[in-house]
């Protein structure tokens, strides 16, 4: 059993506050071997996408635990292209393929590419007719998310986005929490860029709390109501990384962490038209 607290989606289904991320998990069998780790752990929440490539190992880390399938609450992404040729419910069908799964708990838009407003009307057809559980976005910011809720029926349910001490997202977030769209931080330790974790700040929270920089900064994030998926391969790093809800943050060392705020994106701007064509190429 997991003793991972967890949210309550609108659809009533549970979403755990701690994920594993599986960006750059390729080689032969490292995913696999991260998602038996983590399910072992108590981990439930897994999230991939179909441009991470791996959605075949991750259906086969599925199918090796004895985790029953109704625990798990498995994430994948729609990816740009298949935004562009209209090709929703095949692009998903091939997802689920891959995975080896019949549903999958999330699925979210990778980026707001052209088309997301019919990409999104596409996905609210799915969703109705069950083949997901929750349906969100991921890298919208707020004139993507006010222009698809201006044209379409369903609010995202989350909206996925580079979240971390150096990129808080507090404008984005305050206007989610207005429309109750859930916070799922990617990137929730800056992804290993910029010394973020040999901050001194983190340092001496660390050195504090007994804890280490990275249980400070994911638990930053946990007093925020984000959920976070960590990218770990690593056995010791995954389980550091679940080690997280045997404390809590003072609102003074939330302050403290809150000074690392640069306001700096460590990866693609949403925004950026030329990375999102060039990011188009790749097939789904
Ligand atoms: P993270 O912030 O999760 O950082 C991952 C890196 O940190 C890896 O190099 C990992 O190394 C290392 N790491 C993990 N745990 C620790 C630790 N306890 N101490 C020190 N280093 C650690 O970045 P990601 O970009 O991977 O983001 C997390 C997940 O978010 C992704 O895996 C993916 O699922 C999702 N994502 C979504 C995006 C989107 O556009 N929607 C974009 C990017 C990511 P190692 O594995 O070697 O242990």
Do not use: C
């Not at 460590?266 to 188009?280: A, M, V």
């Amino acid at each position: 059993m997991s003793n991972i607290p967890s949210l309550t989606l609108n659809t009533n289904a549970s979403m755990p506050l701690l994920g594993l991320g599986v960006y750059k998990a390729t080689a032969p069998g490292e995913v696999e071997g991260a998602i038996a780790t983590a399910l072992d752990l108590g981990y439930r929440l897994i999230d991939t996408a179909s441009a991470y490539k791996n959605e075949e190992g991750v259906g086969r880390g599925i199918r090796s635990s004895s985790v029953p399938r109704k625990e798990l609450f498995i994430t994948t992404k729609l990816w740009n292209t298949a935004q562009r040729i209209g090709d929703i419910d095949g692009a998903f069908q091939r997802s689920l393929d891959r995975l080896g799964l019949d549903y999958v708990d999330l699925y979210l838009i990778h980026w707001a590419s052209a088309n997301y407003i019919e990409t999104w009307k596409a996905m609210e057809e799915v969703y109705n007719a069950g083949k997901i559980k929750a349906i969100g976005v991921s890298n919208f910011q707020i004139h993507h998310l006010e222009d698809l809720m201006s044209h379409t029926e369903i609010i995202p349910m989350i909206n996925q986005i580079e979240t971390h001490p150096a990129f808080p997202q507090d404008e984005l977030r305050a206007f989610m929490a207005q429309h109750a769209i859930i916070h799922e931080a990617w990137g929730p330790l800056g992804q290993g860029k910029n010394d973020l974790l040999t901050q001194a700040v983190l340092l001496e929270l660390a050195e504090q709390y007994g804890k280490t920089p990275a249980q400070i900064v994911l638990r930053w994030h946990i007093e925020r109501g984000i959920v976070v998926i960590p990218k770990s391969v690593t056995p010791s790093r995954i389980r550091e990384n679940r080690d997280i809800f045997d404390f809590s943050l003072s609102k003074e060392d939330m302050d403290k962490v809150a000074t690392l705020n640069t306001g700096e994106r460590y990866s693609g701007n949403p925004d950026d038209q030329e990375f999102l064509t060039r990011t188009s190429i790749r097939p789904n």
